[in-house]
């Protein structure tokens, strides 16, 4: 891994030259992991997904971005724009560290329409001579012009008392004609939570209104990324904490990320609610957030990756990207995370195929690629457990098991390529509450995002296995099933330049 000081991760944007940053995309470029229908960074660094919005005919998307190399530097939000979810073109930086109380980043926040004007609220990172941290909550807006105009003082200059300088990730929505941010927190007894703040205005005082009173007191040392929504008449928390411990196949990434989903009352903050859920059970999947499309149906995407995490493209000058837009829904009980259909304006070249699978592998022809859609449904199962290949090839493949007595999907990408450091395991587990009857995948250069059973369980990976491995199998321990198989090339045009 490269060196990088201080001095190097903290250098800006516009103070490197055009020339530079031109030879360093063309560098990134020639990546054999680059990805084609995920958003993902030009040069350098992504992270968390910030600021998206359907406003005006357009959705607005934004991402955390270091332009310079695959380390968290001197943060910046990248911006794109489109209009629908698969065709966003990018539009360059959009909110820049270059105020006193952001000069070492602009981290992440939310946006939000207010009296037809958008609004930004963002955490602006400041360090001291010390090198300690001050963390404020600034707003910008567009104005009438289509520039982005920042407030000059922040409006929340300080965490409140009893809390750390852990103080970030607003997220703005309207309720009962009151403007919310929930805040992530940290207590000064080093324990996670999220804060609440009310205005009448975007411009006017922000007034602290307290914490969200949960049953989880001591649920890890930060909680980052909360955003708040409603679905089918059910309060839903997402946000992503710091610092817990694994339990058997639950919270096994280094930083979890999930919902607990309820009852809150806005007057005392009470939320009741039921057991912490993990959203994805995959590798890399944190930092979700999420807004209403044109249709008003909620949409989350989040950043298929983790802080602290070495990726194969790192030497390459880049790493990560956004997840796939996901449709939330709240039914039976259970939230579910479907494939946003605009995604569907990304298939070509339909192939289908009816037939048996048993216990000898069974390679599937002419289904084979590095990009693709695959849709299986189980029309009929006596596998003790069935196994499908993807990305396959002699030495490698990365695997999808399903345990028919337990119910239990396997992702294991042991012989996915190179992988991600340092990562414990290469397998992740979970198990469903059905049979499982129908698998969506999502397969690009070096990702792979696994919908089972509608979205009741989605795993999320990024996968680096060499270009030649394309082949997909299938194989069962004993017994057969009997499958239908449905693939799309998916091929993005010149319109959904990412």
């Known amino acids: 891994m490269e060196q990088w000081s201080r001095e190097k991760r903290y250098q800006k944007f516009e103070d490197v030259s055009p020339e530079t940053m031109a030879e360093l995309k063309k560098q990134i470029d020639v990546s054999a992991f680059r990805q084609t229908y995920h958003i993902q960074p030009q040069t350098g660094l992504l992270n968390d997904p910030n600021g998206l919005i359907y406003f005006n005919g357009q959705y607005l998307l934004s991402h955390q971005w270091f332009p310079f190399g695959a380390v968290h530097g001197l943060k910046y939000w990248f911006h794109y724009k489109g209009e629908n979810l698969v065709h966003l073109k990018p539009q360059g930086p959009i909110i820049k560290p270059d105020t006193p109380y952001d000069s070492h980043g602009v981290y992440s926040g939310s946006a939000f329409e207010f009296e037809g004007q958008l609004y930004y609220m963002y955490t602006a990172n400041q360090r001291t001579a010390s090198w300690q941290r001050k963390s404020t909550q600034m707003l910008a807006k567009i104005n009438e012009q289509g520039d982005l105009e920042k407030l000059t003082t922040p409006v929340i200059a300080m965490p409140p008392k009893g809390y750390t300088q852990h103080f970030r990730d607003p997220k703005v929505f309207q309720k009962n004609d009151r403007l919310y941010a929930v805040i992530g927190a940290q207590r000064e007894n080093r324990t996670g939570t ?28 930060m909680w980052e990324c909360p955003d708040y929504f409603q679905l089918n008449g059910k309060d839903v928390l997402l946000f992503c904490p710091q610092g817990i411990e694994s339990e058997e196949n639950r919270y096994q990434n280094i930083y979890q990320s999930g919902y607990i989903i309820g009852t809150l009352d806005f007057d005392t903050l009470h939320f009741e609610h039921e057991s912490f859920v993990e959203l994805d059970n995959g590798f ?69 195929a009816l037939g048996y699978a048993n216990k000898f592998i069974k390679q599937l022809h002419p289904y084979e690629g590095e990009r693709y859609e695959l849709n299986i449904d189980i029309l009929e199962n006596e596998a003790s457990a069935i196994e499908f290949h993807l990305r396959a090839s002699k030495n490698e493949a990365t695997v999808i098991r399903y345990e028919t007595a337990t119910r239990r999907v396997i992702l294991d990408r042991f012989d996915s390529g190179q992988l991600p450091y ?39 990976s990024r996968i680096f296995p060499n270009p030649q491995s394309n082949k997909i199998k299938v194989v069962t321990d004993s017994g057969q099933v009997y499958l239908k198989m449905t693939k799309y090339d998916i091929i993005v045009d010149e319109n959904g330049a990412h």
Request: aromatic share 10%; hydrophobic share 35%; proline share 5%.
């Open 194 to 221: 999220v804060l609440v703040y009310e205005a009448d205005h975007p411009e006017s005082t922000w007034t602290f209104k307290g914490e969200i009173q949960t049953d989880l007191n001591a649920f890890g040392f």
């Open 284 to 352: 890399d999947f944190y930092a979700p957030q999420t807004f209403l499309d044109e249709s008003k149906r909620r949409v989350l995407i989040g950043w298929m990756g983790l802080p602290d995490t070495q990726y194969p493209t790192d030497n390459e000058g880049w790493a990560h990207c956004l997840t796939l837009p996901r449709i939330l829904t709240y039914e039976s009980g259970k939230l579910k995370q479907k494939p946003h259909m605009d995604l569907r304006k990304l298939r070509h070249n339909k192939e289908t």
């Open 422 to 460: 340092p990562v414990e395991d290469t397998v992740r587990i979970t198990e469903l509450s059905s049979d499982l009857e129908q698998l969506r995948i999502f397969v690009d250069t070096s990702s792979i995002e696994i919908f089972c059973n509608d979205g009741e369980k989605v795993l999320t």
